[in-house]
């Protein structure tokens, strides 16, 4: 009896760690809006049709393979990623850009807060549909 306690209780203490983890992975866009304006609209755009600057333009990026996006010359090491964009390959980019994907032509250094990283994750997936 008392080890199908422990289990119970194992198993509730991975729950209940796994829920906080996702729950501070989710992001909040508006958070996110701030980090964006901050870290990342210097080079890109986010409309429909909006210019590719220092950048591409990432409207609608989520679900695009890298470096396909038209109107701006990606990297070849970009091109040749193989990465399609979702939110775990747009955090992990976004975390170390020069990591994700050595030659990349993206100049900045990455956001480390992973609260902030989330938040942006989340403030792009809504913002470039």
């Known amino acids: 009896m008392k080890s199908w306690i422990t289990a119970a209780a194992v198993i ?17 866009a508006s958070r996110g809006q701030r980090v964006f304006n901050t870290q990342c609209r210097a080079c890109h755009t986010l409309e429909k049709d909006g210019a590719s600057t220092a950048g591409p333009n990432l ?7 890298a470096g396909s996006g ?4 990606s990297s070849d090491a970009m091109k ?12 992990e980019y976004n975390r170390d850009p020069k990591g994700k994907v050595p030659g990349t032509k ?21 913002a470039t549909k």
């Open 106 to 126: 993206m100049l900045f250094n990455g956001v480390k807060n992973a609260g902030q990283l989330a938040d942006l994750v989340a403030y792009l997936k809504e």
């Open 80 to 91: 040749k990623s193989g990465i399609v964009w979702d939110d775990t390959t747009m955090a």
């Open 59 to 65: 409207h609608g990026v989520f679900g695009r393979k």
């Open 12 to 28: 509730a203490a991975g729950m209940a760690a796994t829920a906080g983890t996702a729950a501070a992975q989710s992001g909040e």
């Open 70 to 73: 038209g109107g701006y010359d």
